[in-house]
């Protein structure tokens, strides 16, 4: 607690030297002098404290009231939390070659897993969720709201787009399209696939890249799949698994990130992959200048009702009982 107008406590002195001068008159007349000390008999210790009193309220109610003008305070300080941070659109492959279990356990649960650890580490940021197959859309926009954002995430599944192919241009350029207009410092998109582009407005996705990297935003490209054949269960008893070919474009992939900024990744395994976003978060940490702020909180009125109360206890005293003692 701190006072904002401490010279106010001087007024205690005179408060102080009038108390003792008034006690002082008041003990002469309930003690006689001479010792021992013996009440005097005609002056009760009733008419003392009916006396005395109204004299040691008003006291109180003085001694308050001079706190109550010292305009005691309570300062709070702390540090404002950021206002800015980076914008980061996840932009996930959801086809169906997703389902291949070369990485345990399988390619898009892998890729759900570490997106999701990835959301967590990034408390400053707003993200949002793109999913892509033969066509692509926003699946969660951007938030600070890291929560929803797993949540989104969590309902990914190979699929779901219900569209054949791989979009990576439209993917690309649905993710740009929604990111484009933030005032954040920077602004990224994380894209990760595990095949070529095959369909999509714009199959070429290093058109689709140069049109991003004119708005100033980096894209990360991170191929998630084994160098070689991999598995696809099918869920057909007759047919239970088919192969498919290692169909990875790294070079694309590579001019993508390179013309915007960013970095191609290879993943062949779950370690590799949580490997791969925790050197991003890395790459993409933002700074932030320390801001405190200062809360004051008047504490007057602690010290002025009681004293507003006591002068009104001391009124009614004075008018009822005080004035009805013989």
Same mark, same amino acid.
């Given at each position: 607690?701190?006072?904002? $107008?401490?010279?106010?406590?001087?007024?205690?002195?005179?408060?102080?030297? *009038?108390?003792?001068?008034? =006690?002082?008159?008041? /003990?002469?007349?309930?003690?006689?002098?001479?010792?021992?000390?013996?009440?005097?008999?005609?002056?009760?210790?009733?008419?003392?404290?009916?006396?005395?009193?109204?004299?040691?309220?008003?006291?109180?109610?003085?001694?308050?009231?001079?706190? !109550?003008? !010292?305009?005691?305070?309570?300062?709070?300080?702390?540090?404002?939390?950021?206002?800015?941070?980076?914008?980061?659109?996840?932009?996930?492959? @959801?086809?169906?070659?997703? @389902? !291949?279990?070369?990485?345990?356990?399988?390619?898009?649960?892998?890729?759900?897993?570490?997106?999701?650890?990835?959301?967590?580490?990034?408390?400053?940021?707003? %993200?949002?969720? &793109?999913?892509?197959?033969?066509?692509?859309?926003? =699946?969660?926009?951007?938030?600070?709201?890291?929560?929803?954002?797993?949540?989104?995430?969590?309902?990914?599944?190979?699929?779901?787009?219900?569209?054949?192919? @791989?979009?990576?241009?439209?993917? %690309?350029?649905?993710?740009?399209? /929604?990111?484009?207009?933030?005032?954040?410092? *920077?602004? %990224?998109?994380?894209?990760?696939?595990?095949?070529? *582009?095959?369909?999509?407005?714009?199959?070429?996705? &290093?058109?689709?890249?140069?049109?991003?990297?004119?708005?100033?935003?980096?894209?990360?490209?991170?191929?998630? !799949?084994?160098?070689?054949?991999?598995?696809?269960? @099918?869920?057909?008893?007759?047919?239970?698994?088919?192969?498919?070919?290692?169909?990875?474009?790294? #070079?694309?992939?590579?001019?993508?990130?390179?013309?915007? +900024? +960013?970095?191609?990744?290879?993943?062949?395994?779950?370690?590799?992959?949580?490997?791969?976003?925790?050197?991003?978060?890395?790459? #993409?940490?933002?700074?932030?200048?320390?801001?405190? /702020?200062?809360?004051?909180?008047?504490?007057? $009125?602690?010290?002025?009702?009681?004293?507003?109360?006591?002068?009104?206890?001391?009124?009614?005293?004075?008018?009822?009982?005080?004035?009805?003692?013989?």
């Amino acid at each position: 607690m701190i006072f904002k $107008n401490p010279q106010i406590f001087l007024l205690f002195i005179p408060l102080i030297l *009038s108390v003792f001068y008034v =006690s002082k008159n008041y /003990h002469y007349r309930f003690f006689r002098t001479n010792f021992p000390l013996e009440i005097n008999p005609a002056y009760s210790i009733k008419i003392f404290c009916v006396e005395n009193l109204p004299f040691y309220l008003r006291f109180m109610v003085l001694v308050l009231l001079i706190i !109550a003008l !010292a305009r005691p305070e309570k300062v709070l300080k702390g540090e404002l939390p950021p206002t800015e941070g980076i914008d980061i659109m996840l932009t996930i492959d @959801t086809s169906l070659s997703m @389902t !291949a279990n070369d990485i345990n356990p399988s390619r898009i649960e892998a890729a759900k897993n570490a997106a999701k650890n990835f959301v967590l580490k990034r408390k400053n940021d707003r %993200i949002g969720v &793109v999913v892509f197959g033969g066509v692509a859309y926003l =699946s969660c926009p951007l938030t600070l709201d890291h929560d929803a954002v797993n949540a989104f995430i969590d309902r990914i599944q190979a699929g779901m787009t219900k569209s054949d192919g @791989t979009a990576i241009g439209d993917a %690309i350029l649905v993710a740009t399209n /929604h990111i484009k207009k933030s005032k954040a410092k *920077s602004k %990224i998109i994380i894209l990760l696939t595990d095949g070529r *582009s095959n369909t999509g407005i714009v199959q070429d996705p &290093v058109t689709a890249a140069k049109l991003t990297s004119e708005f100033s935003i980096k894209i990360y490209t991170i191929g998630t !799949a084994s160098k070689g054949p991999a598995q696809i269960y @099918t869920g057909n008893p007759l047919q239970p698994y088919i192969t498919i070919e290692d169909d990875l474009n790294d #070079e694309e992939l590579t001019k993508i990130a390179d013309i915007t +900024g +960013g970095k191609f990744y290879r993943a062949t395994s779950s370690q590799e992959l949580d490997n791969i976003y925790s050197e991003i978060d890395k790459l #993409e940490k933002t700074k932030f200048d320390v801001k405190y /702020h200062t809360e004051v909180n008047d504490l007057y $009125n602690i010290f002025l009702i009681p004293a507003i109360i006591l002068a009104f206890c001391i009124i009614i005293l004075e008018k009822t009982y005080i004035m009805t003692v013989p």
